[in-house]
């Protein structure tokens, strides 16, 4: 097929640029789709884990709440799997959480605190860690652990501050440390503000305190 002079001045342009670039045009068109074709698969893959996460989570909670002979056992394995294998996941931390509430009705402390030291130890669960953070404080308060409580509640989280104080005051005041005590506890009240319903609680610990 014959072609004018401009048309062939187009396909011999075309032919050098394809001889020029030609195989990084290809390179690069292959990287794209094996990027996406990468992508689809991880978002399948977090997928799949999330939802065996959920199940998971489900069964602690259904076993936390129906209780029975067997629930600890259940309970507590139910975690470690979330905890081993589902870490990253929203649901490991929620579900330790349960479980660690869930292990402390039922008076095993050493579970409770296990479950709790492993969500505290977790600086990625930004939303859950200082819940965590509290609430093994006033584990370690009640078997009179006050140094580990108090390392605890070092840097709290701006939310939580007011929290953290609180629980710091109930540690200092454990230890006959009652002027510390008492700082912790008043900050804890500028924290807190009038509306909270901790409010009246920190104060009637100050006024027990004042009146001791």
Known sequence: MAYDL???EKLDALKAWWARYGMLTIIVITIVALAAAGWSGWRAYQNYQ???AMGYYEALEDAARLGGPDSTARI???AQTLRDDY???GYAARGVLIAAQALADQKDVDGARQQLEWLAGQADQKALQPVARLRLA???LDQKQYDQA???LENPPAPFAALY???RGDVLAAQGKRDEARAAWKSALDGLGAAHPLT???QLKLDALSGA
């Open 6 to 8: 401009d048309e062939q």
């Open 50 to 52: 999330a939802n065996q």
């Open 76 to 78: 507590k394995a139910a």
């Open 87 to 89: 870490g990253s996941t």
């Open 138 to 140: 006033g584990l370690l």
């Open 150 to 152: 108090l390392k605890q």
């Open 165 to 167: 104080a609180d629980r």
């Open 200 to 202: 009246q609680i920190v």
